[in-house]
Every structure is written in structure tokens, then in C-alpha cells.
């Protein structure tokens, strides 16, 4: 069926709880036609093309995939709309995100941070993914007060180098420099500290940094994120505990700088699937 983005039917659109099985957008899709332009398409046939390309996402992330089970992660990803409700047999509304981490499984989220003190020598600072899998969901970040172009976003395939500092920017002489990475990977596998790692090169050696490594949620730290550590959340939001540095860093779930009842309500939902990833 087709649908607005508000996730309502539109007006000329099949539906019916046997014969329809999801909706999709069908208003102002950008589209590509057969030259090199752009433009705005809104038909209730542009809502199929949505869902095909979603299942091509999903095939192109894990080839193995067969048509039944491709239908459903697809079906069992949609987000649910009460305006839908009894018009489809899902009574929801496609959603690639929530299709792939059907396909992914639910998703552990790492914070890691690696402090750099000011050294006129310092070259540069790499950073390395060595996890083994197809995909890891990842943002890297190094900022710090020594000049502009510290502040980089990075992106990295597994496996792949990122540089963050390189021989021809300004020696690091003041301050110093706070490198943070942000990424997820499967729950089904285990990260070892080995997998992720920090390095500063020197004109002539090459040094491993020790880093701060957080499975975020996992207040408690014992390795699991369960109701527990809901409760710790609450009971640090209302001032009845108190958190260490470290636990304050895995109880920011949200990764807003803030520890409060959104932090605990995602933790809870967290542990029971409700959803699958903090991020």
C-alpha cells in the first residue's frame, strides 16, 4: 500500500489485512531518470520501487539471504502505525533500518576515548579496526584544542587504517588531544581489545596507547545489560547512588551527556529486544 511519512493511508490506496502486507512513502520520491537528473516522483507505484531496494540493501549486506527469509526481515522490520492498524496484515510501514537489523541481529555499542598528551615529536595517531565481520557500524571522532583539523570525522572499513594525525600538520606542542570512537558490532560476537586499537607514530617508533574501552548500557560493568543496570540509572537520576566516571560513560546510552529516564527507558528496552541498538 502507499502511504504518507505520518504513516497515514493515502486516500487512493489498496489495502486490506489479507491482501496487503505493508505500506510505503509514495509522495515526493527523488528518483533518477535516464540521464543524469533528478526529480521529485509522486505515484502510488513509487512505493514497490521503495520496498525492492530495500530488499537489495539487505541481499547486498548478506548475499545468503533467501526470498522467504528477505520477506521477513522486511515484514518484521516495519514501524508499526496506528493508522495502519487493520489495513495490512503488519499494520506498519516500511523501515530499512529496522529491516537490516533484522538481518544483523541485535547490536552491541562500543565508546572508546584515548587521552594524547602535548609532544612535539607526535607524527600522528592511527586508529585500526581489526574485527573480523563484513559490516561494523561505526563513527570515529578525534578532537582536541592544538589546531582545527583535529577535529576529523572518520569513517573506516574493518580493517583499515585511519589516520588522524599526518606529518603535515603542526607538531602537537600544547595541550593535548582526546581521540573518541564510537561503533557497534553483531551481540552474537565477542570484542576483545585487541580488535580496536590506538596508536601513536613517532618519526622513528611506533607506540601502542592504552584506551578507556565501554560497552555502553553495562552500567555495572559485568559484562551483561539487564535490568540492574536500569536500576542503576534510575537510582543515579534521582540522586540515591552515586556513578563512577566510567559507569556514567556506559549509563549515557544516548550519548547525549545527560543520565536520566531516556537512558533507563532504552537500557529496559535494550534488555528485553524491544530494540536492538542505543544508536
Known amino acids: 500500500g502507499a502511504c504518507y511519512e505520518s504513516g497515514s493511508k493515502y486516500t487512493t490506496s489498496n489495502y486490506g489485512d489479507e491482501e496487503v502486507d505493508l505500506f510505503a512513502p509514495w509522495k515526493s520520491i527523488v528518483v533518477g531518470n535516464d540521464t543524469t537528473n533528478y526529480y521529485s516522483f509522486t505515484q502510488t507505484s513509487a512505493a514497490t520501487p521503495l520496498v525492492t531496494g530495500v530488499a537489495a540493501l539487505l541481499k547486498s549486506y548478506k548475499p545468503s539471504l533467501t526470498t522467504t527469509q528477505l520477506k521477513a526481515a522486511i515484514l518484521n522490520g516495519v514501524t508499526k502505525k496506528s493508522a495502519l492498524d487493520g489495513l495490512c496484515t503488519t499494520g506498519g510501514m ?3 533500518y529496522g529491516a537490516l537489523l533484522q538481518v544483523t541481529g541485535k547490536l552491541k555499542n562500543y565508546y572508546n576515548e584515548v587521552s594524547v598528551s602535548a ?3 607526535l607524527d600522528m595517531i592511527s586508529c585500526r579496526i581489526n574485527y573480523n ?7 570515529w571522532t578525534g578532537f582536541g584544542a592544538a589546531a582545527a ?3 576529523l570525522p572518520l569513517d573506516i572499513e574493518p580493517g583499515k587504517v585511519a589516520f588522524l594525525r599526518s606529518p603535515s600538520t603542526p607538531a602537537l606542542t600544547t595541550g593535548g588531544v582526546l581521540f573518541k570512537a564510537k561503533f557497534s558490532v553483531p551481540a552474537s560476537n565477542t570484542l576483545s581489545s585487541s580488535d580496536l586499537t590506538f596508536q601513536k607514530i613517532y618519526p622513528s617508533s611506533t607506540t601502542a596507547l592504552s584506551m578507556g574501552q565501554y560497552l555502553m548500557g553495562d552500567v ?6 539487564d535490568s540492574t543496570d536500569m536500576l542503576m ?9 552515586t556513578l563512577t566516571s566510567a559507569q556514567q560513560i556506559r549509563a549515557d546510552v544516548d550519548f547525549n551527556g545527560s543520565i536520566n529516564a531516556t537512558d533507563s527507558s532504552m537500557i529496559s528496552q535494550y534488555s528485553v529486544d524491544a530494540i536492538r541498538t542505543f544508536w
Open 233 to 241: 540509572v534510575i537510582q543515579y537520576s534521582t540522586q540515591q547512588i
Open 119 to 121: 609532544n612535539s615529536n
Open 149 to 151: 583539523n583535529n577535529d
Open 133 to 139: 565481520t563484513s559490516k561494523v557500524y561505526k563513527t
Open 94 to 96: 516500511l523501515d530499512a
Open 220 to 225: 555495572n560493568g559485568n559484562g551483561t545489560i
